[in-house]
């Protein structure tokens, strides 16, 4: 053979080599990812239930000191966290050494500070479980179950980027009212033989009060952040503009996304898969309401979008608002592991999956099974937009690979 041959032979023997190397590598490198993530969803199978326990063993730090080393950049809590049920069984239980009227906002809240110093928020029951809310998608009082339930899926869907949440019964009379600062002990009235109490905010009115059973009130408390890491406030590039006759501009333009990838901080980072993760999330719960959203300051955009103020969903189980998707449908990206995880809690695992983490709360049950059935329905309307997108562009474009390594050291 000549010299010339073997060359032109020895060429395409290391390019063949080459590209089967590439090929197998790859294919190898995302089989180990599938398994991670498989590994991964049994694990949180496995952890689901958090018995509301108020033993603390192997330490002799407060469960308010361990909930704040949990948050880093990219998670409020880490994937494996023994000491939850701790943390959730001092938030239902640590007695209330001050209440005064919520921060800012539109709904009604209360600030509560529990025993040990820790801030947390505090949603009273507006509605029976079994009430539907009529309307626009973002119509009605906070629900306060809602803020349960979008906690758990939150673990579920592992994202973990909602803060702590869980239901909690306080009497008005014994437990607030002693405590009170003038500003909310001013809004307290009786009617009939029930407390309540109206608070401050933008929609707050005396004519709107939340009324206890006596003075009995169930509600919810979400843990408050730690100090060490402020939040920054964002506009949501897919907010609504509230107007009737006036449109946002992703409401008519298809080609918006391509316009939100040119702007900080969706240009670089993982912010954009953030939002399209939070979409979904929103999507599930039935969440039209997200017009901002917080992530930590200074964050350079590499900080979560932080799933906080969750409470008006759950409102209407037979409305499925796909516009919450638009995010989705508009960029056609998902993380490669929100894919996975999507897919594993197909043909009513999503369900089940959510009632037996919400079982041990203290306000159990937390939904009504109308709202859980629409779980399920939603997820596969999520399953079937992503599909859309990867017959028009195919997985490898749609299918993001998106892995951080989180410390919490």
Known sequence: MKLKQRVVLLAILLVIFIF????????????????????????????LRVALDPRLEHTLQSPWEIAAQWVVPREVYPEDTPEMGAVMHAMTTKRIVKADVGYKGTQLKALLILEGGQKVVFKPKRYARDYIVEGEPYAGYDRHNAEVAAFHLDRILGFRRAPLVVGRFVNLRTEIKPVATEQLLGTF?????????????????????????????????????????????????WGRTYREGKLARWEYDESYCDAVKKTSPYDSGPRLLDIIDTAIFDYLIGNADRHHYESFQDDEGASMLILLDNAKSFGNPALDERSILAPLYQCCIIRVSTWNRLNYLKNGVLKSALKTAMSHDPISPVLSDPHLDALDQRLLSILATVKQCTDQFGPDVVLVEDRMTLSHL
């Not at 294919?27 to 990812?33: E, P, R, V």
């Not at 009060?209 to 009130?217: E, L, R, T």
């Not at 919810?220 to 730690?226: A, E, I, Q, Y």
Request: net charge negative; charged share 25%; with cysteine.
């Open 20 to 47: 089967t190397k590439v090929f197998l590598l790859d294919n190898l490198d995302t089989s180990a990812a599938h398994r991670e993530d498989q590994r991964a969803f049994q694990r949180m199978l496995s952890g």
């Open 189 to 237: 009235m009786t009617v009939g033989n029930n407390t309540c109490f109206y608070g401050k905010c933008y929609y707050c009115r005396e004519t709107e009060p939340a009324c206890a059973d006596g003075d009995i009130m169930e509600g919810s408390v979400t843990l408050w952040l730690p100090d060490v890491w402020p939040l920054q406030k964002h506009r949501h590039p």
